[in-house]
């Protein structure tokens, strides 16, 4: 039998299908996959004040780019049509080489760009810098930040409260963040508010954030640092004065105290450890976890001791609760 003879007739739906081969079926799906990613996007919807710049930052810089890359893509088609083998209107110059017009063009217009870009960037760079206070009626809340393996550690040293994956904060009040981390490296990223900043071992970080719109955002490492680093992410919520002054009152009747021993219970690595409140923080535990590795600092020391000091586990804080 001839297969030809078998197959739908032209121009109706068993065309169509017949026209969609394996590479049509796979493609669809992985263009699905892709367009998915874009239902929220949150660099582009903040919700205070730093995030609102740096938006402002990445569409002008889009812009000033697309000056020169749309005209560009548009002028090659335009060209590839004019000049095309077929077209006998066109001028046909096989010894033309140069033009100083277009060398003028093609040369001040990307200079000009770039230099509006480097003055941009450099002043921005400065203004958003994170460890930069930021400048509001409100007194900031400070929260001391610890990436452990696989969870955020949220310690309150103005209220002697921490919590375990979930971030409660103020609207329109500067937070003022201290990182850290208790092992391996991870980024403090809440996209709806701003910046991101790395959390490392045996340093401290700063960073300076404000939501100015109440609501929950999500807030993730966006360092992968492990098998857990998928679930590693947390809730921030932004509320009214009166319910953040309400929530610390809820965590401070909370029964779990998070002192030495319990630190070193939580920093064993687990993976979508469940929202944890603590309603007493042993004094001056967030510095205990910066300065851990210090040790291994002191002069004189070869450097397979000061490995070994590394490496060491840390031991339990002996300070008082408060």
């Known amino acids: 039998m001839n297969p030809i003879a078998t197959a739908a007739p032209t121009g109706g739906d068993g065309d169509r299908h017949a026209r969609s081969g394996p590479a049509s ?8 996959l892709a367009l998915s990613g874009c239902g929220d996007l949150e660099l582009l919807n903040p919700k205070g004040a730093i995030g609102d710049q740096e ?59 770039i230099l509006f870009l480097a003055v941009l960037i450099w002043r921005t760079t400065h203004e958003l ?6 400048e509001a009626k409100a007194q900031p ?17 103005d209220y002697g409260i921490a919590t375990v994956n979930r971030l409660e904060i103020p609207v329109d009040t500067p937070i003022a963040f201290k990182l850290t981390a208790q092992s391996m490296m991870n980024s403090f990223f ?25 609501g929950t955002y999500a807030g993730r ?18 509320v009214d004065r009166a319910s953040f002054d309400a929530w610390v009152a809820e965590v401070k009747a909370a029964p779990a105290v998070l ?39 002191a002069p004189g020391l070869a450097f397979n001791d000061q490995l070994a000091l590394c490496t060491a586990p840390r031991a339990g804080s002996t300070r008082s609760v408060r």
């Open 259 to 297: 002192d030495g021993a319990a630190y070193d219970a939580l920093a064993k690595p687990s993976i979508k450890h469940a929202v944890t409140l603590y309603h007493a923080v042993d004094a001056g535990l967030f510095g205990d976890i910066v300065h851990q590795f210090m040790p291994a600092m």
């Open 141 to 157: 809340v400070n929260v001391e930040v610890v990436a452990l393996n696989w969870k955020w550690l949220f310690i309150y040293p």
């Open 221 to 238: 490492s966006s360092a992968y640092s492990g098998e857990g680093f998928s679930d590693m992410h947390f809730d921030t919520v932004a």
């Open 190 to 214: 809440i996209p709806e508010l701003g910046s991101q900043i790395y959390a490392m071992a045996g340093m401290q970080t700063q960073l300076h954030l404000i939501a100015n719109t109440p």
């Open 129 to 134: 810098d994170p460890y930069r206070p930021l």
């Open 55 to 113: 938006r402002t930052l990445i569409l002008l810089a889009l812009g000033l780019m697309l000056l020169v890359v749309i005209p560009v893509m548009v002028l090659t088609l335009v060209f590839a049509w004019r000049y095309r083998e077929g077209n006998t209107r066109a001028t046909y110059a096989p010894k033309w080489a140069h033009s100083n017009a277009i060398e003028v063009v093609v040369w001040s217009i990307p200079c000009v760009i």
């Open 25 to 32: 079926r796979l493609l669809s799906p992985l263009a699905l």
